[in-house]
């Protein structure tokens, strides 16, 4: 198919690269000129597994081509609208004025017949209102909804080989047009038996939020219990692996530790909860306004924990922070538990020398008056402690010995629960860790 995607930041330049590996011709658009050059180029202009080889093999096969030019799309069968809702500044909201401005923009150069596909996480409701435009400017041409659920580090396995696919679709003939349309982008997926939901606007859009808003509870809900762990001494990570064997619950995403970040779950929560209140629906999550208080004292307890590995005081101490990034395989610092960690212990006195193997550029905008060092030993040298927030593998396989001949001070705050306690308390360090003893 003649495919175009609007909006080449991480979700649209991963997608847009995907299906032209799946054999698509595809046209990446976006306003951003240094960000259309670099991808032209074959360059991600951001870290992500396996995206920098998947644009070099797309390119080469002219099937994959970038452009600034709304009016390029004229020609093309498919649209996929890919562009950032952010959180509005000083409000929970989705702030949906470049979906607004993609969709209206795009609609002036729609051919007859043509599907526009929503990806972008949006606020119930928005589907209905944006399908009137389109509409409106062209009226053979229907709008689909087609939620993303990308992992960070996995983006690219996950939408070559995604776990489930959802079609938001209008009533009628046009729901059949497009499910057809749909049904041709993801011809591979299919064939594979990747499991289809296809169903209306409303709970297409909904999909998406509510399991962001389980894997954020179910996040926050160990945490909560590791602060009950840290005042009985119980072991938060043995509870979990106890309650992680019921098939009802399950291990994964009960790792207790600094709590979630990123572009996603924090402002995809808040957005949730804003739109409630819209509907007069807001009694029924106001669940997760604890959700989110939860994931953020996590980091002010990072920040106390490493103060009392330190005897109380976090003045003058050279603090090595290691990671920055929201989670390993990512250069992402959006809303960045870590970084936010390591900036904290900065304003409270500590002489913090920072590392992460990808996020440092990020990193060093949002907090210039940070030290940072791209090799982990040249972090560590001479710290009073160190302090692990991201856990990237060559963190979690640091030898505790010889980790310690570098140190000044041999303490450590595991923030994310990676490590062995018994190795390394058996190399002489002051170990602790959130929700253990």
Known sequence: MRITVIGCGYLGAVHAACMAQLGHEVLGIDVDQAKIDALAAGQAPFYEPGLPELLAEASATGRL???????????????????????????????????????????????????????????????????????????????????????????????????????????????????????????????????????????????????????????????????????????????ADAIGFDTRIGRRFLNAGLGFGGGCLPKDIRAFMARAGELGADQALTFLREVDAINL????????????????????????????????DSDDIRDSPALDVAGQ??????????????????????????????STPAAIAGADAVVLLTEWKEYRALDPAATGELVRGKAILDGRNVLDPAAWRAAGWRYRALGRP
């Open 297 to 328: 004292r996590r980091r002010s307890r990072a920040v106390d924990l490493t103060r009392e590995i330190l005897d109380g005081s976090l003045a003058g101490k050279r603090v090595a922070v290691l990671g920055l990034a929201f989670k390993p």
């Open 345 to 374: 212990l900065q304003m409270q006195g500590a002489e913090v020398i920072a590392t992460d193997p990808k996020a440092i550029p990020n990193a060093r905008r949002q907090y210039p008056e940070l030290t940072f060092m791209e």
């Open 65 to 239: 081509r970038f452009s600034t030019d709304m009016a390029d799309a004229a020609d093309y069968d498919a649209h996929f609208i890919a562009v950032g809702t952010p959180q509005k500044k000083g409000e929970n909201a989705a702030d949906l004025r470049f979906v607004d401005a993609a969709v209206t923009e795009l609609a002036r150069h729609l051919k007859p017949g043509a599907v526009v596909i929503g990806k972008s996480t949006v606020p119930v409701g928005t589907a209905r209102r944006l399908a009137e435009l389109v509409k409106a400017a062209q009226p053979s041409a229907e709008l689909a909804w087609n939620p993303e659920f990308l992992r960070e580090g996995f983006a690219v396995e996950d939408t070559l080989r995604p776990d489930r696919l959802v079609y938001g679709l209008p009533t009628g003939d046009g729901g059949i047009k497009a499910k057809q349309t749909l049904d041709e982008v993801y011809t591979v997926a299919l064939g594979n038996g990747t499991p289809l939901v296809a169903t209306d606007y409303e709970t297409a859009e909904l999909v998406k939020v509510s399991a962001n808003a389980f894997l954020a509870t179910k996040i926050s809900f160990i945490n909560a219990i590791a602060e009950v762990c840290e005042a009985t001494g119980a072991d938060v990570t043995q509870l």
